[in-house]
């Protein structure tokens, strides 16, 4: 089936789920982590690679299709456009760092956990990259698999029941997106599941309606948009930090990067008629979120709530139907997951030295590991949106576009920013200063690796937080396309 | 043809081979090799071999679909042997009997799957349900095991005596048992035609274990020994489907307006009853006995929709079923305690038993990857193929969502739970072994199911 690698996209899928598999076999100490470090920062230097080299005008560079199913009109076929690629890459960015911050022996059968967590990265590059229904459905399901498992034996005390929530709720969503794939299948000329085909399905207004809601379900329960959260912050606490920041740096751009792919193109009408109730409910929503986050004693759900929130912001900003909004919505899809898995690094080296994250018991860390602190001000201030941070641009547009589509709901979204100063400041305050607790007497600052990985991240948040014009102009040309048919 | 003769030629010599060995095993070897033995001669005939000439007046009839359904079905049955052999071999006497009734079943399953006649559609049935109901009852010191057997002939006498009569208000208005020419005269309604459509869908209906004719086998799964569950619930219970199809198919494809929706609702209520009361069954057994129910449902679909879709489905659902229902029973048959608590630990002790039984609970789940996701995907677009019916989808997929719960149960027990470690349950390195081809076929069709679809000549 696969036999050519002279392509990007067929890389970006071979490598980690080649990293995957190895890792499954080697269980010798150590090993697993050095084939799956190995294979994911292939897979970074191949997105690079793809992003220098591989202009659009390349083709064969940037598309592969091998035939699968021919009696059915699928085909395993990929994709790379400026929009897969800016999530290529952060994909490719977050998996080294989830796996520089594991630490050595801390989990058991290490080499089933790197396996699996490889071939979670084959899923999400096979959902970004698909150009075909059948092929995304397939890997929206297998990456979320591997996910289950990995939360279900390394998580925290109710990670079972806490695993389960999250996936029977996605798997009713994608349930429902199948019914709608193959209902559009059966209206295509060519009977072919081709991003292509669907894109040229005449559909009546009726048909749209309930389109539009079959998928959307996907992935509102995927990002997720109040009220369909609940599974989240259960989610997040109980499983592991590595799966966490996969799950909330990743996994949830998978709902947001459905909408701006598939739901945008196919259903305009749909789209153009339900807009408005949405946003409505998701800029609602977000201030829910922010309030419930003022209200949390433990770091992982303060992080989690605060995730709501941002994504709803991103949801709010495909569906104002604005270009400006919606190249904010992509670069901040970007910044979100570098944001996000910095808070949780943090998290996760308090939460391992101190045994406790509730914010209650914390205090007094600043004067015990400045290194640790400084860092954790730039991802709160990140977090925040402030100016020169990274998040600030990619908001900032959004806000923009809310802007222009309705000042009085840009104005209501604006609330959640400031119940975001609110929380994060409110963290940092607890956390960072004030005395030191029984908890944090003995607290070590940060070292070694995790330095690196502070540098890595902060580096990006400055960066583009300064000079944004690069991964800008990269995103540019995808912000359009999702927004043709509505011109 | 040439199944029907060779397997009943082989299971006389079954009877045989109890005289001849004194090793416990020859009997399972002696049935294996007659396994691959059918298998080739029905893949001959396929390429249009054929060993006998019998003239049957046109009754019997094999196209591709019947001789691929042929071949699935004999390939369950193989991995069945090869599985559970050991378990069938461990009965105190008479296995070789054993063997022999499983083989008559062949016969049966093969006379049903190229029937033209309603009296072949009977004779195949019945040959089917005589000897199950003697392997229900097969474990004989076993209060349970005789209940199952008494419950399963009263109830399957009752529904073949309703579906004798349905075939006499067919014939009655007709006036041939020949399904083609039912099919022509079946221009309009008339109330002999009806009440002998309605007639013989309850008695399938009953076969299949659809609601609200599905008391039986909760009873019936549970109280048979465990080794002959597995072989009721997949491959017999397959067989009826394919009847059932066939029948619905070439008899009444033509009116299909009609009854359309009452198989619609019939699909419905055995969705909603099998996976709702399997959520809440504590014993592995007896909720794999409502996942049985529950998996009709979704076969029931492909009755519905009867279109190409359905008849590939079908025949893919019939594969990944069986395999997967196959490989779960082979594992359950050595436990004495059959509650889910059981499993507690199990990857832990025995990984590749574990490994092959979770191959075997995602494809029942549906997940892609698994021939139970194609299965459940063909079923899907032949239901949403005949347009204004995009409800039922919703609501099987919401089942599907559903048995999700109780599927994953299992799951939870066998990997993620502790428990102290059994000592009287252990599993050979062969059987370890056979569990990883049973796992690597269900990943092979969930991959490329063309490669079983491809021979089905549409």
């Known amino acids: 089936m696969f036999t050519a690698f002279d392509n990007f996209p067929a890389l970006l899928i071979w490598l980690p789920l080649i990293g995957g598999l190895l890792s499954f076999l080697l269980k010798k100490e150590g090993m697993a982590r050095i084939v799956s470090m190995a294979s994911s920062l292939l897979t970074l230097v191949v997105v690079v690679a793809s992003m220098i080299y591989a202009k659009p005008e390349h083709a064969l560079l940037n598309q592969v299709s091998y035939v699968w199913l021919h009696g059915l009109g699928s085909s395993f076929s990929f994709l790379l456009d400026e929009l897969t690629k800016t999530l290529c890459l952060l994909t490719a960015v977050i998996f080294p760092i989830v796996i520089l911050i594991v630490k050595k022996k801390h989990y058991k059968n290490e080499h089933i956990f790197f396996g699996l967590l490889m071939l979670t990265q084959c899923g999400l590059m096979g959902v970004f990259m698909a150009a075909d229904a059948l092929v995304f459905y397939f890997f929206w399901e297998l990456a979320l698999i591997p996910v289950y498992f990995l939360s279900s034996i390394w998580g925290g005390e109710k990670r079972i029941k806490a695993t389960f929530k999250f996936f029977i709720y996605t798997f009713i969503g994608s349930l429902l997106l199948l019914i709608g794939i193959l209902y559009m299948y059966l209206q295509t000329e060519d009977n072919s599941f081709s991003i292509v085909s669907f894109y040229r399905v005449q559909l009546t207004l009726q048909q749209q309606f309930g389109l539009f809601f079959l998928f959307f379900s996907a992935f509102a329960i995927k990002m997720p948009i109040v009220p369909f959260h609940t599974w989240q912050p259960d989610a997040y606490e109980q499983a592991p930090t590595p799966v966490t920041m996969v799950l909330s740096g990743v996994m949830v751009k998978m709902g947001v990067f459905g909408v701006i792919r598939w739901l945008l193109p196919l259903f305009p009408l749909a789209v153009k008629e339900f807009n408005g109730p949405i946003i409505l409910i998701i800029s609602i929503g977000m201030i829910y979120a922010s309030l419930i986050a003022i209200k949390q004693d433990s770091i992982k759900r303060l992080i989690a709530y605060s995730s709501i929130a941002h994504i709803g912001l991103m949801a709010a900003g495909v569906f104002a139907l604005k270009e400006v909004a919606m190249q904010g919505v992509v670069l901040q899809m970007f910044n979100h997951g570098i944001n996000i898995v910095a808070l949780w690094v943090v998290a996760d080296i308090i939460e391992k030295q101190t045994g406790v994250y509730k914010i209650s018991e914390l205090g007094g860390i600043a004067t015990k590991a400045p290194v640790l602190s400084v860092f954790f001000v730039v991802a709160a201030m990140a977090n925040i949106a402030l100016p020169l941070t990274n998040a600030f641009v990619g908001e900032f547009m959004i806000f923009n576009g809310l802007f222009k589509y309705n000042p009085w709901i840009a104005a209501l979204a604006g609330v959640s920013i400031i119940l975001s100063a609110v929380y994060t ?22 070292k070694n690796t995790h330095v690196i990985v502070f540098a890595v991240l902060v580096s990006f948040i400055i960066a583009i937080g300064i000079y944004p014009e690069p991964i800008l102009h990269l995103i540019e040309k995808a912000s359009n396309i999702p927004l043709y048919p509505y011109k | 043809m040439n199944v029907i003769i060779l397997s009943a030629i082989w299971g006389v010599l079954m009877m045989y081979v109890g005289f001849i060995g004194k090793s416990k095993n020859l009997p399972t070897y002696v049935a294996i090799a007659g396994m691959i033995f059918l298998l080739v001669a029905n893949w001959m005939e396929y390429l249009g071999i054929s060993f006998f000439d019998i003239n049957t007046k046109g009754m019997l009839v094999y196209d591709s679909f019947s001789l691929i359904f042929n071949q699935v079905m004999l390939i369950s049955i193989l991995v069945y042997f090869l599985l559970s052999g050991s378990q069938v071999s461990s009965f105190k006497n008479n296995v070789s009997d054993l063997y022999a009734l499983m083989f008559f079943i062949i016969t049966g399953i093969s006379v049903v799957a190229g029937f033209k006649s309603l009296l072949m559609l009977f004779i195949g049935i019945e040959i089917i349900s005589i000897p199950l109901y003697v392997l229900a009852g097969s474990e004989k010191s076993n209060l349970k095991s005789n209940e199952a057997a008494l419950k ?133 057994k007896r909720m794999l006995s409502y996942s049985s129910i529950a998996q009709a449902g979704f076969m029931l679909l492909g009755v519905f929709a009867m279109n190409t879709f359905a008849k590939q489905g079908l025949i893919l659902y019939f594969a990944a079923y069986s395999l997967a229902t196959i490989g779960i029973f082979a594992v359950l048959a050595k436990f004495k305690d059959h509650s889910i608590e059981a499993f507690n630990g199990f990857a832990k002790q025995h990984p590749v038993v574990a490994f092959g039984m979770l191959i075997c609970i995602l494809s029942l789940a549906g997940i892609p990857l698994t021939a139970g996701f194609f299965a459940k995907y063909f079923m899907l677009l032949g239901v949403i193929e005949q347009g204004n019916m995009i409800w039922l989808a919703i609501i099987a997929v919401i089942c599907a969502a559903v048995s999700v719960y109780y599927y994953f149960r299992v799951l939870q027990a066998i990997y993620f739970k502790e428990a102290a470690p059994q000592t009287d349950i252990s599993f050979s390195k062969p059987f370890g072994y056979l569990m990883l081809l049973n796992a690597a076929l269900i990943i092979a069709l969930g991959i490329h199911p063309d490669w079983l679809l491809s021979y089905l000549n549409m």
């Open chain 1, 425 to 446: 400041l409110n963290m940092i305050k607890n956390v960072l200063y004030g005395s030191t607790s029984s908890a944090t007497e003995g607290f070590v600052d940060a």
């Open chain 2, 152 to 284: 399963y002939f009263l109830m399957g006498a009752f529904s073949t005596g309703l579906m004798l009569m349905g075939i006499a208000f067919l014939y009655g208005n007709a006036g041939t048992f020949m399904v083609e020419e039912i099919q022509l005269g079946a221009t309009e309604i008339t109330p002999m035609l009806s009440i002998g459509l309605i007639l013989l869908l309850s008695s399938m209906s009953f076969k299949v274990s659809a609601a609200p004719f599905h008391f039986w086998t909760p009873d019936v799964y549970d109280g048979a020994p465990t080794v002959f569950t597995s072989f009721m619930a997949t491959v017999v219970k397959s067989a009826a489907f394919f009847a059932f199809f066939k029948l619905f198919q070439n008899a009444f494809g033509n009116i299909k307006d009609e009854w359309g929706i009452l198989v619609a609702v019939i699909a419905v209520f055995t969705l909603v009853i099998g996976n709702i009361t399997a959520v809440f069954q504590q014993s592995l």
